[in-house]
């Protein structure tokens, strides 16, 4: 058995049936000897596993006498940071690896039968099979049938049942607590023929002439004729109530390769009732289904599935489940009355209660903000707020309103292993994780963000889903019978070898019809009974089919099945909400990245993309040229028909911009960026270099206060990437909020997001982008924005310069045109006399300006009808540069290297228009002199 665990990021590179070779000794042993375990140096690759030191680790479990409960061991660690104390001795002398213990000591527990374990490298990329080694002075081998099984044999047959000890002993047979057969003369083998009456639970008690004892379960079940009947048609896969009767459920399980089914509950005290055995549908054969009657409305009723093979499931398509694992930990506060789990069972458990009066939602219209327009506040609510629930999220719905966001982009709130994780370790997609709140409260949070003009986002992540998933546990290879283990061969939703190099847990096979309809009904759930606004689907280059785990560059390359697999995905999605937002995690080729931007756009539809330009944007907050180039935030760079490009700086899964800022940012005499204010001030000036470029953008929480906790910091302030999904720091417990120059950031991006929400200049498509970071340029780490739309009224232009370098600079601004412009940030006007005259910025200083839409002076001329040239999608690439200029009267234009070298002319032969340049140059900076009868304009040209 594979363990699993509550993490984001596992990577496991490859797993091998069958056991390693080891000696324990002394052997045998009770868990209360001390024993040495050994395993042999030519076990472990030490060369592919790239261990240093002979660091080889033990990932350990103990079960009990039954070989079931399975517990992990205590000094285990986490599974990429393995703990120290489970390190092994490597001997040269004999090229072993060796650990001594006492197994009531080590595993914590006693009663102890059986230990697995396995060895891995420190971080977990590398480990060896599941081993098993039986403790105990006795030992009892069941070799037919098998320990844990379960075996079907028809009534009044017969089942031949053996088994062997290491010593001497006598033997006792249990059939449902009561005894079938008994000797009396010690014996190392027994052998009995059992006739099979009904289904029994059977155990096997060895007892040796020292009172010693050891048994030994397995399950008998009769089969079952199942009556096949058309299902009704108010009733599909999951939970289904009657329109017309509030005392019937409907209940549906997809099930191949399953005899039969049963229904086990609260309504039947959890036995195998064959009342409750589900009927085969005459179209479907592998769908079974029931209807339960005698309800009583407005009781919560709790069920599970159990499948001939004692597979026993919570439904796939819970709203909400119970779990024996995660419930005890969720406090009153965040979920008051809930229901306790069922004493006696295991796993999760799905819920119903009929009669359920439906929420009242105050918004039922919710006009979304455009796909351009959105300025999306992507949070982990784990680690946003103390109080860690929905109704804390809610008293924070005036700070994020008054920051002038209009999205929130919640990491996956789906059911998921534990109660204090990101999230993507998801076993139920269909049901609303219980940690943060009750599923009305959460509604509450919605509807509230609706009256508030915010959208609501999911993170969602179908790529994968855990060892719990009922989808995975249906159909999966159980050898110690503990209800988890790998994906077996006939499984309907999961490859059992994954086709992507980027995988985690279990890999959806999302060219299976089964998996694409789970994945339409969670998006048809999140859509229409919570009114969600869309989802950010995670890591979509798992989607894929034509790649394996250990080819990264399949993974990475243009892949068509992903392509078509994920156009379909929209269809369904658009299908259930046809204006709901689709962003795609990708971070791929710009070929296929296309297929999706582009897609349907002539309908208004189209996926967005993630735009991640963290590394350029924090070069220039730290103060160094090198790669500090953010041109690609332009949607058109990346080939794309709209603004589909959904840029940010800071994600979840990114370094924090103010930590990089304040352990590496750079040092000029007396000014340094390692300085906290400092850097607040130069975030300041990302925020205007970020939010005044058109199209949709993305900021990760408390970006806006200038949070600089590493994403790796540790509980115990340490830093380790092992530690990325550990719990944060809060801002707003630390203060943050009330911090004066924190503040001053926060209200600094919410004055330029205001802005931006201003004026419908920032919603055109014509922009360029100067981010100046060529070898040549001298302005490295000058930036300049354009943006232009000559179609709206008032504010036509704007120019954005900022100074990201350590010192004081004298920038040329190139506007347009002269005349009257803005500081849109201070509203102060300036006359501009000449485009080129520079303005003096300080380091990490900026301006925005936008052409003076008030009442001129006197001695200028309105900027409309003045002379204008700008170069749309600048930097220039593949050779083509478009120049856009209006009132040039016998314009000509006149291109010159930075050396004053004149590299070519021509005239223009319209006052108004665009001219589509051959830039055929070298690469660098150049500038483009437009003269006319009424003046001259120049603009810096970049080609790349």
Known sequence: MRKFYSLIYLFITAFVFGQINYTVTPNPFNETN??????????????????????????????????????????????????????????SGTDTYSMTFTPTTFYGRTGIGRFGFLLKDKTGSHQTPDTFVNVGILNLSLTNPAANSLTTVPAGNSINITATTNVAA???????????????????????????????????????????????????????NVVSEAIPGWIRQGINYSPTDQTKVGLALYAPYKNFVHVIGSFNNWTVNDTYLMKRDTTNPDLYWIELTGLTPQQLYTFQYRTNDMKIVADPFSPQILSSYDDQWISAATYPNLPAFPAGQNFEVSTFKTGQTPYNWQVTNFQRPA?????????????????????????????????????????????????????YNTSFHYALDKAYGTPEKFKEFVDLCHQNG????????????????????????????????????????????????????????????????????????????????????????????????????????????????????????????????????????????????????????????????????????????????YDRMNHSLHGFTNMSAVGYGESHDEERLMFKNLAYGAVNGGYNVTNLNTALERMKTFGATFFTIPGPKMIWQFGELGYEFSINRCADGSINSGCRTDEKPIAFTLGYDTNANRKSVYDTWAKIINIRNTYPVFKSKTYSIESNNLTNDPDGLITRIYVYDNSVAGVKNVVVLANYTTSSQNVVPYFPYTGQWQNLMDNSVSNIASTTAPITLQPGEFRIFGNYAGALSTMDVNAANKLSLQIADNPVKNGLAKLVYSKAKNGEIFIFDMSGKKMDSFKLNAENGTYELKANYPAGTYLVHLKAENGMAIQKMIIK
């Open 34 to 91: 001390t024993v040495t375990l050994t395993v042999p140096g030519d076990q472990i690759d030490e060369t592919a596993w790239g261990v240093s030191n002979n660091a080889v680790y033990i990932w350990s479990w103990s079960l009990d006498t039954n070989y079931q409960n399975s517990q992990d061991c205590p000094t285990n660690g986490s599974w990429n940071n393995s703990n120290e104390l489970n390190k092994l001795t490597y001997n």
């Open 454 to 629: 915010i959208a609501v986002i999911l993170d969602i992540a179908f790529n994968h889903a855990t060892g719990r998933s009922p989808l995975a546990r249906l159909w999966n290879i159980d050898p110690d019978g503990d209800g988890y283990g790998d994906i077996a061969a006939n499984n309907p939703y999961f490859n059992q070898v994954p086709k992507h190099s980027y995988n985690v847990f279990n890999d959806f096979n999302h060219t299976s019809p089964s998996t694409q309809y789970y994945v339409e009904r969670s998006l048809q759930q999140w859509l229409t009974e919570y009114h969600i606004d869309g989802f950010r689907w995670d890591l979509t280059k798992g989607f894929t089919q034509s790649c394996s785990e250990n080819d990264e560059t399949c993974t990475n390359a243009y892949q068509q099945d992903r392509v078509d697999i994920m156009k379909n995905y929209a269809d369904k999605q658009w299908a259930i909400d046809p204006n709901s937002y689709m962003i795609f995690e990708h971070l791929g080729t710009d070929a296929e990245e296309q297929q999706w931007a582009n897609y349907r756009i002539a309908e208004g539809k189209g996926v967005m993309l993630w735009n991640k330009q963290t590394d350029p944007y924090n070069q220039n907050t730290m103060g160094y040229k090198e790669n500090s180039d």
């Open 371 to 423: 796909k351009e327009n959105l300025m999306v506040y992507e949070l982990l609510l784990r680690d946003f707020t103390q109080e860690k629930n929905w109704q804390s999220l809610i008293n924070k719905i005036p700070y994020l309103k008054n920051l002038n966001i209009n999205a929130i982009e919640l990491l996956p709130i789906m059911e998921f292993e534990g109660n204090l994780s990101w999230g």
């Open 170 to 224: 006598t033997f006792q047979l249990k059939a449902n607590g009561a005894v079938v057969n008994s000797t009396s003369t010690p014996s190392q083998s027994y052998n009995y023929s059992y006739t099979v009456t009904q289904d029994a639970n059977m155990e096997l008690i060895a007892t040796d002439t020292n009172s010693n004892t050891k048994n030994a379960t397995f399950m008998l079940q009769v089969p079952r």
